[in-house]
């Protein structure tokens, strides 16, 4: 089931090593010498070029870790992931507690290089490893009458201080519909730049979805359930006039507090400008057909 | 004991002028304009600014308003500062709507957009049309013009802008943001002192 999609963004696309582990120091360089002009010092022709580790590795939300952009980035390190333990329940033939290892060995790690919208308007290009959800599916044999898949986070309230002040329900729960969840683009995520995935950003082993706001791409997964029903989701739970189940990227239907037309890739500096955010996260020639017939004003 | 102790810090800050904290502003401003620009803010620098002004804003906005129940409560005496806290705030008002409408949403069209259909951005404006008079009317000239009531009077609207200030800042909260919150309680319990305050000048009429 591997290769099913080919990157849009060629390899070409991913800064140099040697470049993301300094393009920061470069950028203050530059701005200490008053050079930086309206727009930043690196924007590539495409405005495809994939943000640095850095930039990935210190602006997330893992509320678990607290609310703060750059809290998951110096709490997140105290999280325990080994072992993991991955249990698989519902409409499957293989149910069961499983190992990392158990769980991925074997199956094909990809490179794909994804846009990453967040539902708060800003993005990142992000060169995922990654296996595809539906492999890991087929491992573990989904059943007839299986509708809808079921994702949960790890909760280690000792480390996670978002949790102890109940900042939001934990633990996070997130949920796909079984076509949504066997489409080639859906992964599952191991690691960045070939680099083992940092705690911050859902290690060990986290979801990537990415026609869908980035709050739906869960973290850090310990069971995944495969069911009839449509699951409950941590963000449509908590408030489900600004979430639905869907959260597909759509700039024509705006959060209620914000406008989704435009966003802001993350790494432009002080001056960088707006860009327009894509149907489907740039993603709709490969999605738009699973939403066939469904009003996505409503279906959020 | 304690009350030598307010005597002394009076006599000390008597000898600190007002002109001290329009300084420290100008400079916080700058500084965290310029920590902006050179990457030390983090890697999304224009939120990161709008809501460090944003945050300044109302902590100063809170410290205005602690003047006088301080004074009350507790003898120390920062009146000589007041106007210059007061101003200090607006100043950091007007550099988190700067941030806001030149760096953050960028588009003239799309600011209006926000204004009207934004329930939490409509607070905040009006919060900030609210001081607008107050900052043009914070200098002596314009006491000596108004006379002293009518200039209390006007400077009363800092309740209902510290009030939708607050409102402003829950309203952006996602799920349960504690320093929102406290922000919130402040606001609402200095505007508590001040009307038991008021009721107690009635009755005592």
Redesign the interface.
């Known amino acids: 089931m591997a290769h099913r999609w080919t990157n849009d963004l060629s390899r070409d696309d991913v800064t140099p090593r040697s470049v993301w582990l300094n393009r ?1 120091q470069i ?2 360089g530059l ?2 010498a008053g050079a ?1 002009g309206i727009g930043g010092p690196v924007a590539a022709d495409d405005g495809l070029q994939p943000n640095t580790l ?2 990935i590795r ?2 997330n939300n893992f ?1 678990e870790f607290g ?1 703060g ?2 809290d998951p980035m110096r709490n997140a390190g105290a999280m325990v992931t080994e072992p993991w333990s991955i249990r698989v329940e519902g409409l499957v033939d293989r149910p069961g507690d499983y190992s990392l290892s158990d769980l991925t060995d074997g199956l094909t790690v990809e490179d794909r290089i994804y846009r990453f919208r967040c539902v708060e308007a ?1 993005s990142m290009v992000i060169p995922w490893n990654g296996i595809e959800l539906a492999d890991i599916l087929e491992r573990v044999g989904v059943q007839e009458g299986a509708r809808y898949v079921a994702f949960e986070t790890v909760v280690q309230p000792e480390v996670m201080i ?1 949790v102890q ?4 329900e934990f633990p996070y729960v997130e949920g796909l519909r079984i076509d949504e969840a066997m489409h080639p683009l859906t992964l599952l995520a191991t690691g960045i730049y070939d680099e083992p995935m940092a705690n911050q950003n859902g290690a060990p082993i986290r979801l990537v979805v990415p026609w869908k706001y980035g709050f739906k791409s869960i973290k850090s997964i310990v069971r995944i359930s495969v069911v009839a029903e449509e699951p409950p989701t941590t963000w449509s739970r ?1 408030n489900p006039r600004e979430y639905g189940f869907y959260a597909n990227v759509n700039p024509q239907v ?1 959060h209620p ?3 989704q037309a ?1 966003e ?1 890739r ?2 432009g ?6 860009q327009d955010t894509l149907m489907f996260n740039g993603y709709e020639d490969e999605v738009a057909h699973l939403y066939d017939g469904m009003d996505l004003s409503r279906f959020i | 004991m304690a009350h030598a102790m307010v005597v002394r810090i009076n006599g000390g800050l008597r000898q600190v002028p007002p002109g001290v904290i329009y300084a420290l502003g100008v400079g916080w401003a700058g500084w965290l304009f310029w920590r902006g620009l050179t990457g030390d803010l983090g890697v999304e620098p224009i939120n990161a600014l709008e809501r460090a002004y944003g945050d300044i804003a109302i902590k100063l906005m809170i410290a205005t308003l602690a003047v006088t129940p301080l004074r009350h409560w507790t003898g120390l005496n920062l009146l000589r500062f007041r106007r210059a806290l007061g101003l200090a705030c607006f100043g950091f008002v007007l550099a988190h709507l700067a941030v806001w409408a030149l760096l953050d949403v960028q588009v003239v069209s799309a600011l209006w957009d926000d204004v009207v259909k934004r329930p939490y951005v409509t607070v905040g404006m009006l919060s900030f049309l609210l001081l607008v008079p107050l900052a043009v009317t914070s200098n002596d000239l314009s006491v000596r013009r108004m006379g002293a009531a009518s200039w209390r009077g006007l400077h009363r609207l800092t309740y209902p802008a510290a009030v939708l200030a607050a409102l402003h800042y829950l309203w952006i909260a996602k799920g349960f943001d504690i320093s929102a919150i406290l922000h919130a309680v402040v606001i609402v319990a200095l505007l508590a002192l001040r009307l038991r305050g008021r009721t107690r000048v009635q009755m005592a009429r």
């Open positions: 920061r950028l203050a701005a200490g930086v850095e930039e210190s602006y509320y609310l952009k750059e800003w978002g002040r109940r900042v939001i908590a705006d507090r914000w406008s435009t802001r993350i790494g500096g002080l001056f960088n400008r707006r």
